[in-house]
């Protein structure tokens, strides 16, 4: 039965639930970062093709082997809607790092989350992430601040 | 009480929901989309800024006049998440019409929205559309078909 209780200890579940997430991303956990999605988890990433079923090991892999040392990564505005078996929250991450070329990596992205709890455990089912692009040019906007 | 029924109920009513927005962006029906959105939806857009808080009128109205006669809006891949008062759907959509510059648009885009219930009517409470970006050129694909 649903109560206030519940739906408090979704949304602290979900919080905690993130917080674990950016430590994985920061200690580029593959393992870690791989069992927070649902085996049908439907990815919007930056990176085309418009979607993926499933996480892709090899790309979350690639990603964190493209910078040279620890990824920094720093939420903002995380906002959370959490039900008793059904969640999302949305926020701005920014990624910073050092690249193996060399590069500095500083830009901010925006990120949504959607969660279905199975067998007690919550789940990412749903993750979409983008930047918005100028509509005159076409090019993505990776400098832009919140 | 939650029960089964309440959540095919629920998904049931977003189904609705994106099948009444689908033909109010078709029919350019301002006021019915504008409706669809809790006062402080947040919105992360095709176009800048990183993100936006409350329905910007004047840039839907814009987006409107944009195109000389109907948008054509079609939705695939619809994938719903309901609970009893939060839900959140995932889609890809296209786009097609003809621009006032005599442009022939055709566009698919990935587009995420989040619900909430209150006094027994869903609203939208965030908003996400995007397209990926090229990761060498960072030109946004416009052009990618799923």
Partial sequence: MKTENTISTSEA?????????VSAIRKKDLNAVLSEYA?????YSLAPPLQTEGADSKALE????????????????LTIFAGEDIAFCH?????????????QEDMWV?????FQKKDGEWLIVHQHDSEPFDMHTFNALLDLKP
């Fill in 13 to 21: 579940q979900i919080r905690e639930f993130i917080n674990n997430r």
């Fill in 39 to 43: 085996p049908d988890v439907v990815i």
């Fill in 62 to 77: 690639r990603w964190f082997s493209s910078y040279r040392g620890a990824i920094e990564c720093e939420i903002r505005d």
């Fill in 91 to 103: 926020f701005l991450y920014r990624i910073t790092g050092t690249m193996m070329t060399g590069q």
């Fill in 110 to 114: 925006r990120g949504t989350l959607g």
